[in-house]
């Protein structure tokens, strides 16, 4: 894990996170625990495309599985009672 202390930040400034970025995404630890992480903006723009791609993807799926006929409508209670789990 790429880390840095926020005491550093405070002491350094920004140009310590600038260092601590070229060897990938940042994880500043506050109080001894990870608190944040910092990446570049082309790392972040690459994780929300990705993110809409999944998101996307499971949706068409979840179409797809409703124009199949995979889909059935129920109660909660019904669910129970297929999976078992009543008392």
């Known amino acids: ?3 840095i202390a926020a005491q550093d930040i405070k002491r350094k400034g920004i140009s310590a996170v600038d260092e601590a970025l070229k060897e990938g995404p940042v ?3 506050k109080n001894n ?3 944040y992480v ?3 903006e082309a790392r972040y723009r690459e994780l929300v495309e990705a993110e809409d791609e999944a998101y996307i993807a499971r ?8 124009k199949a006929g ?3 409508r129920g109660s909660a209670e019904d669910l129970i009672k297929e999976l078992g789990l009543e008392d």
């Not at 949706?59 to 409703?66: F, G, I, M």
């Open 59 to 66: 949706v068409r799926t979840s179409l797809e599985d409703v």
């Open 27 to 29: 994880h500043v630890i």
């Open 70 to 72: 995979r889909v059935s």
């Open 33 to 35: 625990l990870p608190q």
């Open 38 to 40: 910092v990446m570049t």
């Open 1 to 3: 894990m790429n880390a």
